[in-house]
């Protein structure tokens, strides 16, 4: 296992398939009534989140728990911290604690990546999002629940996700979840269609390892997932499409366009969603809307991570598998 | 006796010859000169060229003087070979007056280890909305024939337009730093492959290629001379030789790293790659190569941007850009141009001395290697190999991309109207 975890893309497919069997082992502690592994006793994570993500940072919070792991929520917004020193200065104090991982949040693309490679701290760093460049656990969560949903909970351990369509649909520029879903579901073998206007597809992203489409209806009866991204309401301000409606009537998700999906096709969406423009009421309500799973799978995608991560040690950490019996 | 007789070095790169230094002139150059009470430097196998000129130079000084100063500067500039550099504009105070100008000017002539001549603002405080007193600037001490918003773009064309006219009353030369604002905001690197994977805000080719078409198209309607500063572009290229070939009065420059640096090294999100313009694609490394050789781009200027470790020991996007380059930009030249058999030593020469110097009108500078010049006079090892090692930097900032990389030639003496600034690799 490697020992950080900032981009999907580094993730070998073996590697991927672990985590998220492993995820599924940690799956089965949120079903106890004592939902704790004692995997990370002794061992301090800090969440260092430069970002507000209450959603990503109570996450990884639960998983940390879970795993009877100490806990520090470090929230640098709004402390003292000033330009680039910030980083550095933060690091070394981290690691003048003592700290056994770092959870980090950053709004700048590379900043995990500078943490890791840099010296500063010698303590895996786990990539909690980094302005627009990856989200490595949420794109394992995805991977995890279509899994489940498309390949099957026990049917699906050891399996990747080989010859599945998947198509992703919305601000794919600015998005760090496009990104690590591109990478990960390529990894796994799923074949992945972006949809998007022009404006917000990257130069150069005709390199990754994926179609391109700027036409949603074209996509829908081929896809066995689609992931709805969040497009932020700024964007609009910026020219990168004319109006709400535009852009709802062109790539928004309705009960039309999901009834031209395949039967057993699923509707994803990394939450919070903005309902009514990118997807409606009724889509998000359906059965087929997988968002509150994505939610649940969150936690186990990131207790495997962190035990992968930090536990490795099979003797001090038991084997949830064996554990369960 | 202040006699300094340079034997047996190959001048311009051609035959070996003895060059004979009386004061601040050379006397002599020819075979078998005599010695008598001359210092002698054996310089077989060296290379002699006219002391190297920057046209583009950040001194720091006034206001960051804990970047760089006008002293530690130019110490770093001798060491690099080069006998005059023009100092950019971007100070606090900006250079935006007779004043700053001058004061410049003054401490370059304190130093003593190269002449500085200072670059005026286009306008007032770089902000692009009201011309700085070129005139005056000219008219003082400092001589100013260069003007420069560097750092930003004069993008308001009527701005542009009005300082092209200005200038031409006193043969002045406007350099501008091509980039489109609004096409730039939030640019961090190029815009391509790498920074759709890294996800990084792009800088786009053609926020630099637009702006100098604009430009060059300004400078023939107006009939005055333009400049265009660090050209980073395959399709700047293309309109500055389309430019040229039209007959419009143009010059450009190319900095040393976009020689050889691409955006791949930004996969490793160090911010000593950080620079404006951003290092581009093999492609255009490629384009510009062959622009420099063929002299649709006129020179090598360093773009020489100096700045404290804390300014680039952070995150890619809080990290200030530029790099330093005055002891780097030989042998990158050497690598680039001299080794891939793009260049012989006498079309160094001129791009690296006689046509900056024509450029920015240095006086004195960048004149042939002959008897009644001044001896303003650089002596290259170009056999040399060896590892850069910032630690041993004149300049007071260290932040150079090409740390732990093997570089080609050295700088072994540097002359300064007939004084020695560098002996043996070593600051005199
Ligand atoms: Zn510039």
Redesign the interface.
Known sequence: MMRHLISAADLTRDEAVRILDTAEEMARVADRPIKKLPALRGRTVCNLFFEDSTRTRISFEAAEKRLSADVINFAAKGSSVS??????DTAQTLEAMGVDAVVIR??????P??LA??GWIDAPVINAG?????HPTQALLDAFTMRRRLVGRDAGIGQDLAGRRITIVGDVLHS?VA?SNVDLLHTLGAEVTLVAPPTLV???????PCEVSYDLDSTLAKSDAIMMLRVQRERMNAAFFPTEREYSRRYGLDGDRMAKMPGHAIVMHPGPMVRGMEITAEVADSDRCTVIEQVANGVSIRMAVLYLLLGGNESDAPNPRTEEK | MSKILIRGAKVLGGEAQDVLIDGATVAAVGTGLSDEGARVIEAQGQILLPGLVDLHTHLREPGREDSETVLTGTRAAASGGYTAVFAMANTFPVADTAGVVEQVYRLGKESGYCDVQPIGAVTVGLEGKKLAELGAMHDSAAGVTVFSDDGKCVDDAVIMRRALEYVKAFGGVVAQHAQEPRLTEGA?MN??????????G?W?AVAEESVIARDVLLAEHVGSRVHICHLSTAGSVEIVRWAKSRGIDVTAEVTPHHLLLTDEMVR???PVYKVNPPLRTERDVLALREALADGTIDIVATDHAPHPH??K???????AMGMVGLETALSVVQQTMVETGLLDWAQVADRMSFAPARIGRAQGHGRPVSAGEPANLTLVDPAYRGVVDPAGFASRSRNTPYEGRELPGRVTHTFLRGRATVVDGKLA
Do not use: I
Not at chain 1, 83 to 88: F, N, P, T, V, Y
Not at chain 1, 202 to 208: L, M, R
């Open positions: 330009k680039g020193e910030s980083l550095k950053h709004g700048a693309s590379g900043a990546y500078r490679t840099s980094d302005g627009t460049h990856q760090r990104r990257p130069v150069g992203v005709e390199t990754w | 961090q815009e391509g492959v790498v920074s759709a994977e890294l996800g990084l792009g786009p490793s999100y160090n804390e300014d020991d952070c995150e890619w996007a809080a990290a």
